[in-house]
């Protein structure tokens, strides 16, 4: 039987109320799937540990990061504690440049149960796979400010940086087994020399996967498609911009940052998080949504099947999986931010209790 290690940051604001209901959700599946171990190795970093320690990653969080099978993280960063420079206290972000996280998995399916944005309330199911290390946010050579009358960035695409994040979305396409798996490349390749060369390294790549249906769209009409059919969508590869901004549309299509998920995968580590943030306004309220914790839980068992060809931990996320969608469609795990009043502890309890349960 195998032990993973996982490594828990449980961060800032509603960050540790949303991993500790996680981590109890994670408990309560082990318990009804045997074969496989745990091993959480707390490891702080963040605001808080910042005030507490003078450091936002400590070395240790670092190495017990490094050692790690995988990285389960809550948000990072509270609005009044900074650097003495004044800018944002981020060590996910050293982090995802640290452990070379290149690919953001970020999925959004449909829950039932859970109020989408679209009317007619169509099935999404869908991925965007983000590059997460050039891109306009890279930069390099840092943008230019001339005066107060210009300023330039510089959107860096490598060609090492656009095949290896367009493997990771082929290979995702390949295990979600669908029917027609397929992978869309989003860019602007017809304004800017940069999306022209993704675009001509995706296709390169694409020719590796002939199973897989390989397509374009400009950004625009991805972003307009997104909300008139994305149930026709299966996994989107982007830039690093592109990317960021599209996710959070397509996380608003189906309820909202409390129930997204996500993933940061390299070659070597893997870290999971909520997409949402520390949502200052709502810690120690005990109101937040547990849900966006708990489905990345859910993103790292299967990770952890994937890598390691263990069916133990695919078969606990399944498990999570049906406790969540049976307690969502009974309304007891619907927190405020679904239109519910259940509180995070609320919720926890409701899908622990759906465990086992066949409806
Ligand atoms: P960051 O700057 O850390 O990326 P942000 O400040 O842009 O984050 P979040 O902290 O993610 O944004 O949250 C924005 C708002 O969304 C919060 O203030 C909160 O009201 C709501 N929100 C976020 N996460 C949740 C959650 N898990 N449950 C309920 N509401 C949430
Ligand atoms: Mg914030």
Redesign the pocket.
């Known amino acids: 039987m195998k032990t993973y290690r996982i490594a828990v940051v449980r961060g800032d604001?509603?960050g540790p109320e949303?991993i500790a209901s996680a981590l109890e959700v994670l408990a309560g599946a082990r318990r009804l799937v045997a074969g496989f171990g745990v091993e959480l190795i707390e490891a702080p970093a963040g605001a808080e540990t910042y005030r507490e320690q003078g450091e936002a990653l400590p070395a240790s969080t670092l190495s017990a990061c490094r050692a790690a099978d995988a990285i389960l993280l809550g948000?990072?960063?509270l609005?009044d504690v900074r650097y003495p420079d004044g800018t944002e206290i981020i060590p996910q972000v050293t982090l995802r440049i640290e452990l070379d996280l290149y690919a953001g998995i970020r999925p959004a399916r449909r829950l039932e149960g859970v109020p989408g944005a679209l009317a007619g309330d169509p099935a999404i199911d869908l991925v965007i796979v983000r590059e997460s290390t050039e891109g306009i946010f890279a930069s390099l050579g840092g943008g230019i400010v001339l005066g107060d009358q210009l300023a330039t960035d510089t959107q860096v695409i490598t060609r090492r940086g656009t095949e290896r994040v367009v493997h990771s979305a082929f290979r995702l396409a390949r295990r979600r087994s669908r029917a027609r798996p397929r992978v869309t490349c989003v860019d602007k390749a017809n304004i800017l020399r940069s999306f022209a060369f993704f675009r001509q390294v995706f296709d390169e790549v694409a020719a590796l996967y002939p199973d897989v249906k390989a397509d374009h769209l400009y950004v625009d009409a991805a972003a307009m498609e997104l909300v008139r059919r994305p149930e026709h969508f299966d996994v989107l590869v982007t830039e690093n911009l592109l990317g960021d901004i599209l996710s959070d549309l397509a996380a608003g299509l189906i309820g909202?940052?409390?129930v997204a998920p996500s993933a940061d995968l390299g070659d070597r580590h893997a870290v999971f998080q909520?997409?949402?943030?520390?949502?200052?306004?709502?810690a120690g309220t005990g109101?937040?949504?547990?849900?966006?914790?708990i489905l990345s839980v859910v993103m790292l068992l299967d990770h952890l099947a994937d890598t390691h060809g263990d069916p133990a931990p695919a078969a606990a996320a399944r498990q999570i999986e049906q406790a969540v969608t049976t307690a969502l469609a009974s309304g007891e795990a619907r927190?405020?931010?679904l239109g519910g009043n259940a509180t995070t502890s609320d919720a926890t309890a409701a899908i622990l209790r759906k465990f086992g349960s066949s409806h």
């Open positions: 604001g509603i949303v948000a990072c960063g609005p909202g940052l409390g909520p997409c949402h943030g520390t949502a200052p306004d709502l109101v937040a949504n547990p849900l966006a914790a927190t405020a931010d």
